[in-house]
């Protein structure tokens, strides 16, 4: 055996998750395919299509893979969208609902939809 | 004023969209990550290796019916509905990819490390095995055949790698804890130093 190349990508590693919000969009996406929403098929075909744009965009941009869980977000945003469960619309309202609410919210204090100045809907 | 990400802003904004209209539970959400992070890992893969190493008759039946042996440990569910057992010999290694996006047997590895979701290594362990294999640390005998395993969202495989020489008489779990999850997907091999140098 010979020694390991230090630098090469594939000695990289980390947890499964780097951030809290990987693990919720990871969940999210599980917990629709229990509920019967979406099958892995379509799950890998949309998460497939999403990874091949990106790197059509910057061919260099998931080389290490830091920005996965990036294109899975943007997989399960274009699934429920396109099976009619939440439209791209609605979802940007509701964000643009937890901008305002985050603003809104002292530092330190749980961020919540009703601290939104607007009402949260959206 | 308290900060969030766009990332983070479109993650909270497509939760609550999803509860709201009673799609998911904020307490499966929790459920879910909890499993991924700290239960399910190549532990329950190294389990089913080991046991193939002691139990002939394991073997076989994985050989034969994958899906149903390693279920019999315990280990099903999600991503783990169709499974193959790919057995590595003297004359053929295995190493499994996915092309396409990152399919892999969560039951059996947990979740997929960092590498094997990156382009290169989905791209270069179809072109180029053996580069791959050396920049893991990995040389195989030249005539040892690679066979190169695509997975997709309706097969996964899990490598066995070979029991390595010097593990005469082990236990079990001795066995197993020499198992890695690299030796399990191909892009490494077993040795018996890593306990008992």
């Avoid at chain 1, 899975?72 to 979802?91: P, Q, V």
């Avoid at chain 2, 055949?145 to 899990?158: F, K």
């Amino acid at each position: 055996m010979s020694a390991p190349d230090a630098a090469s990508l594939f000695r990289r590693d980390a947890p499964p998750f780097r951030a809290p919000w990987e693990a919720q969009a990871f969940a999210l996406t599980v917990a629709l395919h229990d509920k019967g929403l979406l099958t892995w098929a379509e799950w890998a075909e949309a998460l497939g299509a999403e990874i091949k744009a990106a790197q059509a965009r910057d061919p260099a941009s998931c080389d290490d893979g830091s920005d996965y869980y990036l294109r899975w977000l943007a997989a399960t945003e274009t699934l429920i969208a396109r099976k009619g469960i939440a439209s791209e619309a609605a979802l940007a309202a509701r964000k643009a609902a937890w901008e305002r609410a985050t603003e809104a919210t002292p530092h330190g204090q749980e961020i919540v939809l009703a601290n939104d100045p607007l009402g949260g809907a959206g | 004023m308290s900060h969030l990400s766009d990332v983070e802003l479109r993650v909270r904004a497509l939760e609550s969209v999803l509860v709201e209209k009673g799609y998911v539970e904020p307490a499966t959400i929790d459920a879910i990550v909890q499993t991924y992070e700290s239960e399910i890992g190549p532990k329950n893969g190294a389990a089913v290796v080991a046991r193939s190493w002691l139990d002939p008759q394991f073997a076989a039946w994985l050989k034969r019916d994958a899906t149903a042996a390693i279920a019999s440990l315990g280990f099903s569910g999600r991503g783990g509905e169709h499974m193959v057992a790919c057995f590595n010999t003297p004359e053929e290694h295995n190493l499994v990819v996915c092309t396409l996006c990152s399919c892999y047997p969560w039951p059996v590895l947990g979740l997929p490390p960092t590498w094997y979701k990156s382009p290169p290594y989905r791209s270069r362990a179809v072109m180029d095995p053996r580069g791959v294999l050396a920049e893991f640390g990995v040389a195989l005998p030249a005539e040892t055949r690679i066979r190169i395993w695509d997975s997709t969202s309706e097969m996964r495989y899990l490598v066995i790698p070979m029991r390595p020489a010097g593990t005469e008489g082990w236990s079990e779990a001795e066995l197993a804890a020499i198992v890695t999850r690299d030796s399990m997907i191909g892009t490494a091999v077993v040795t018996a130093e890593a306990v008992r140098a």
